[in-house]
T-cell receptor
Framework: KAGVTQTPRYLIKTRGQQVTLSCSPISGHRSVSWYQQTPGQGLQFLFEYFSETQRNKGNFPGRFSGRQFSNSRSEMNVSTLELGDSALYLC??????????????FGPGTRLTVL | GNSVTQMEGPVTLSEEAFLTINCTYTATGYPSLFWYVQYPGEGLQLLLKATKADDKGSNKGFEATYRKETTSFHLEKGSVQVSDSAVYFCALSDREGGSTLGRLYFGRGTQLTVWP
C-alpha cells in the first residue's frame, strides 16, 4: 500500500501571501489530521477531518483552515502568512474510528518558509 | 487533560550501548500509547505501539511496556546502532473519542545520537 503523500515538499512564500498544502491519505483511510512542527513549540495539532467534516480543531487562529474531499484527500490553507508560520507541516491518516486500534501514519511533511 | 512528558535530550551513546528514553503521561481516559521516530528531513514513522496495560510494543529491537500503575511507556533498546540516530517522540491517543478524535498528544521529542 502506498503511504501518505504530501505536496509540495518545500515552499517559500513571503509575508502576507497565502498557501495551500495537499495531503493524500493511505487508501481506505477516512481521517486526515494536520500538525505543525516547530523547534520552539514542538508538534501541535491543527485539525482533523473525517468524511469531509472537521471533527476537531486545535488552538490556531482562523487564518489556518482546511477541507477534505470525497476521496479523503485533504488540503490546508494558511492565509496572510506571518514569519512565525515557518514550520514543517505534517499530515497523518488513519481509519478515524474511536477505540484502541486506530493508528496515525504520517507523510513526509511540507517545509514552509515565510520570508 | 491529556499530556506527555519525555526526557529532554540530547542523548549521546556509543554503538552497542543500552538505550532508555523515559516517557510518562497524563490522560483523562484509557489511552493508546505510541513511539514515533523522525529521521533528519523526514516525517514521523511509527516505531511501536501498545493499546492496553502491560502490553509490550516492539519493533526493530526497540521495546516499550504500557505501565498503567506508573503511567509510563519508556522506550528501550539493548544495543543501539549508528543508524538509530534520530528524534524519538512519545505520543498518546485518547480512545474515548469525542473531542479528542483524530488527535495525538506528543512529548517534546528526544534527540538520540549514536557514535561508532
Amino acid at each position: 500500500k502506498a503511504g501518505v503523500t504530501q505536496t509540495p515538499r518545500y515552499l517559500i512564500k513571503t509575508r502576507g501571501q497565502q498557501v495551500t498544502l495537499s495531503c493524500s491519505p493511505i487508501s481506505g483511510h477516512r481521517s486526515v489530521s494536520w500538525y505543525q512542527q516547530t523547534p520552539g513549540q514542538g508538534l501541535q495539532f491543527l485539525f482533523e477531518y473525517f468524511s469531509e467534516t472537521q471533527r476537531n480543531k486545535g488552538n490556531f487562529p482562523g487564518r489556518f483552515s482546511g477541507r477534505q474531499f470525497s476521496n479523503s484527500r485533504s488540503e490546508m490553507n494558511v492565509s496572510t502568512l506571518e514569519l512565525g508560520d515557518s514550520a514543517l507541516y505534517l499530515c497523518a491518516s488513519s481509519l478515524g474510528l474511536a477505540g484502541p486500534t486506530d493508528t496515525q501514519y504520517f507523510g513526509p511533511g511540507t517545509r514552509l518558509t515565510v520570508l | 487533560g491529556n499530556s506527555v512528558t519525555q526526557m529532554e535530550g540530547p542523548v549521546t551513546l556509543s554503538e552497542e550501548a543500552f538505550l532508555t528514553i523515559n516517557c510518562t503521561y497524563t490522560a483523562t481516559g484509557y489511552p493508546s500509547l505510541f513511539w514515533y521516530v523522525q529521521y533528519p528531513g523526514e516525517g514521523l514513522q511509527l516505531l511501536l505501539k501498545a493499546t492496553k496495560a502491560d502490553d509490550k510494543g516492539s519493533n526493530k529491537g526497540f521495546e516499550a511496556t504500557y505501565r498503567k500503575e506508573t503511567t509510563s511507556f519508556h522506550l528501550e533498546k539493548g544495543s543501539v546502532q549508528v543508524s538509530d540516530s534520530a528524534v524519538y517522540f512519545c505520543a498518546l491517543s485518547d480512545r474515548e473519542g469525542g473531542s479528542t478524535l483524530g488527535r495525538l498528544y506528543f512529548g517534546r521529542g528526544t534527540q538520540l545520537t549514536v557514535w561508532p
